[in-house]
């Protein structure tokens, strides 16, 4: 069994954009992340300390508003102009979804598309929609097809079974492996018998959110699986929405949580940051 570690991948990408920063700072040039939390959802908080870690070490500001979960939409609306409208913000992340009743719609119906790292500007959904080479596809969906291609995991003509449907990795992820080629099949909750449609699969992306779902049941001798969840366990150590030690036994190759696919998506947030640095520059 391989085991699709992250971090060669995303050291990779961070050292170019090393590069990319200074030249930016030697012009008076600030890139600066806005982080923009709601509530402490476990999951939200381990993503929140790896974007931390990862700008610090490429020297890029991050910085973090958090609100409480009981906020208005008023004041969460009021709170995103403020950060959407400081010309000092390159790029703007906000950890969805949102707690229950707030709504996200406001945010991506007016956020600066200049400062839009994570695909909540409708526009980049209609370019990613439509197969738009570069488009800014949300983080941890760009994370992936980089994880396939530094490990040359051949996508034409295979069989993909993506368990998730959300905006945020679901879908977009499910587009992106479209445009390289590949037939893609995406699972939800109301999907009859997730279990034969991912053994029906080349390559399974788990992103459901729920932790160790995937287990042997849903699994073949010699697929490739991408985990993309976060979850925190019973014993309060972070984990994915596959049971990796079990499918290990008989997959050809797996990505790890933690150090897999989050580390990367990590390293793609900076990079959507520098661009958008560089373009406003």
Avoid: W
């Avoid at 406001?106 to 570069?134: Q, W, Y």
């Avoid at 034409?156 to 590949?182: D, E, F």
């Avoid at 290990?248 to 661009?275: C, D, Q, R, Y």
């Amino acid at each position: 069994m391989r085991r699709l570690g992250g971090k060669e991948v995303a050291d990779e990408i961070l050292e170019e954009l090393k590069v990319r920063v200074e030249a930016l700072k030697g012009r008076g040039i600030e890139p600066k992340l806005a982080v923009l939390r709601v509530g402490e959802r476990d999951d939200d908080l381990a993503y929140e300390r790896g974007v931390l870690k990862r700008f610090e070490s490429a020297g890029v500001t991050v910085e973090v508003t958090a609100l409480d979960s009981g906020v208005s939409q008023e004041e969460l609306d009021s709170t995103f102009d403020g950060i959407n409208n400081d010309p000092k913000v390159h790029g703007i992340l906000v950890f969805r979804p949102l707690p229950k009743p707030l709504s996200d719609e406001h945010m991506r119906r007016t956020i600066d598309s200049g400062k839009d790292v994570d695909f909540m500007d409708i526009r980049n959904m209609e370019d990613c929609l439509a197969g738009v080479p570069d488009c800014s596809a949300p983080c941890t969906a760009e994370a992936v097809m980089a994880l396939i291609r530094h490990y040359q995991i051949e996508t034409k003509g295979k069989k993909v079974t993506v368990v998730g449907r959300s905006l945020v990795i679901g879908k977009p992820v499910a587009l992106l492996l479209t445009t390289a080629n590949a037939t893609v099949t995406v699972c939800h909750t109301k999907t009859v018998d997730i279990e034969s449609e991912c053994r029906n699969a080349d390559i399974i992306v788990a992103c459901c959110g729920v932790p160790k779902k995937i287990d042997l049941s849903y699994v073949k001798e010699g697929q490739i699986i991408i985990d993309v969840g976060m979850n925190v366990d019973e014993e309060g150590k972070l984990c994915g929405d596959v049971d990796y030690d079990a499918v290990s036994e008989i997959a050809e190759a797996v990505t790890p949580v933690p150090g897999g696919v989050g580390s990367i998506t990590t390293a793609i947030l900076l990079k959507h940051v520098v661009n958008n640095a560089e373009r406003q520059a």
